[in-house]
Protein backbone atom coordinates (compact mmCIF):
# COMPACT_ATOMS: atom_id res chain seq x y z
CA UNK A 1 0.00 0.00 0.00
CA UNK A 2 1.05 3.07 -0.77
CA UNK A 3 2.25 6.01 1.73
CA UNK A 4 -0.53 8.24 2.21
CA UNK A 5 1.43 11.69 1.88
CA UNK A 6 2.94 9.48 -1.45
CA UNK A 7 0.45 11.18 -3.77
CA UNK A 8 0.18 14.72 -2.41
CA UNK A 9 4.06 15.31 -2.25
CA UNK A 10 3.82 14.65 -6.01
CA UNK A 11 1.09 16.99 -6.97
CA UNK A 12 3.17 19.66 -4.43
CA UNK A 13 6.34 19.74 -6.34
CA UNK A 14 4.27 19.88 -9.68
CA UNK A 15 2.43 22.79 -8.77
CA UNK A 16 5.84 24.67 -7.31
CA UNK A 17 6.97 23.63 -10.27
CA UNK A 18 4.09 25.54 -12.34
CA UNK A 19 4.64 28.29 -9.68
CA UNK A 20 8.19 28.99 -10.17
CA UNK A 21 7.89 28.82 -14.21
CA UNK A 22 5.42 31.22 -13.77
CA UNK A 23 7.14 33.46 -12.01
CA UNK A 24 10.53 33.23 -13.61
CA UNK A 25 8.60 33.30 -17.40
CA UNK A 26 6.94 36.97 -16.33
CA UNK A 27 10.36 38.22 -15.08
CA UNK A 28 12.09 36.90 -18.63
CA UNK A 29 8.99 38.17 -20.67
CA UNK A 30 8.51 41.58 -19.26
CA UNK A 31 11.65 43.48 -20.18
CA UNK A 32 11.35 42.25 -24.03
CA UNK A 33 7.54 43.26 -23.71
CA UNK A 34 8.23 46.98 -22.32
CA UNK A 35 11.65 47.52 -24.91
CA UNK A 36 10.87 45.67 -27.90
CA UNK A 37 7.83 43.72 -28.63
CA UNK A 38 4.95 45.90 -27.38
CA UNK A 39 2.59 43.63 -26.91
CA UNK A 40 0.89 45.25 -23.91
CA UNK A 41 -0.32 48.75 -23.62
CA UNK A 42 1.34 50.82 -20.48
CA UNK A 43 -0.68 50.74 -17.81
CA UNK A 44 -2.52 54.17 -16.48
CA UNK A 45 -1.50 55.70 -13.39
CA UNK A 46 -4.51 54.58 -11.62
CA UNK A 47 -3.69 50.89 -12.46
CA UNK A 48 -0.28 51.00 -11.80
CA UNK A 49 -0.88 52.61 -8.17
CA UNK A 50 -3.36 49.55 -7.42
CA UNK A 51 -1.23 47.15 -8.40
CA UNK A 52 1.49 48.69 -5.97
CA UNK A 53 -0.85 48.67 -3.52
CA UNK A 54 -1.74 45.38 -3.69
CA UNK A 55 1.79 43.88 -4.50
CA UNK A 56 3.01 45.57 -1.30
CA UNK A 57 -0.37 44.87 0.89
CA UNK A 58 0.60 41.05 -0.20
CA UNK A 59 4.15 40.87 0.95
CA UNK A 60 3.38 42.90 4.59
CA UNK A 61 0.33 40.09 4.95
CA UNK A 62 3.21 38.00 4.47
CA UNK A 63 5.68 39.50 6.72
CA UNK A 64 3.46 39.56 9.39
CA UNK A 65 2.28 36.06 9.19
CA UNK A 66 6.10 35.10 9.35
CA UNK A 67 6.40 37.26 11.88
CA UNK A 68 3.43 36.09 14.16
CA UNK A 69 3.98 32.62 13.74
CA UNK A 70 8.20 31.16 13.65
CA UNK A 71 7.11 27.55 12.09
CA UNK A 72 5.34 29.21 9.38
CA UNK A 73 5.97 28.19 5.26
CA UNK A 74 5.48 27.53 2.02
CA UNK A 75 5.08 23.88 2.80
CA UNK A 76 3.10 22.66 5.87
CA UNK A 77 4.72 19.52 7.84
CA UNK A 78 3.49 19.08 11.69
CA UNK A 79 6.19 18.61 13.74
CA UNK A 80 5.22 17.61 17.24
CA UNK A 81 8.79 17.40 18.30
CA UNK A 82 9.23 20.95 17.69
CA UNK A 83 5.82 22.07 20.11
CA UNK A 84 4.40 23.28 17.23
CA UNK A 85 0.70 24.41 18.02
CA UNK A 86 -2.10 26.33 16.36
CA UNK A 87 -1.31 29.95 15.81
CA UNK A 88 -5.08 32.23 16.36
CA UNK A 89 -3.29 35.60 17.11
CA UNK A 90 -1.88 38.30 14.76
CA UNK A 91 -2.79 37.85 11.27
CA UNK A 92 -3.67 34.59 12.12
CA UNK A 93 -6.95 35.45 13.97
CA UNK A 94 -8.18 37.10 10.93
CA UNK A 95 -7.01 34.70 8.23
CA UNK A 96 -6.38 31.07 8.71
CA UNK A 97 -3.37 30.87 5.84
CA UNK A 98 -2.37 34.60 5.56
CA UNK A 99 0.92 33.44 3.08
CA UNK A 100 -1.47 32.08 0.59
CA UNK A 101 -3.37 35.36 1.24
CA UNK A 102 -0.59 37.52 0.39
CA UNK A 103 0.45 35.18 -2.45
CA UNK A 104 -3.28 36.64 -3.79
CA UNK A 105 -2.39 40.23 -3.46
Known sequence: MAHPEG?????DKIIIVVLLAGFYGVLLLIPPDVFRLHL???????????????FIAGWMLMTLA??????AALVVRHQEERQQRV???GVYHLVRHPMYAGGVF
Open 66 to 71: MKENAF
Open 7 to 11: PSRWR
Open 87 to 89: IDT
Open 40 to 54: LGKPGMLVSSLGLAL
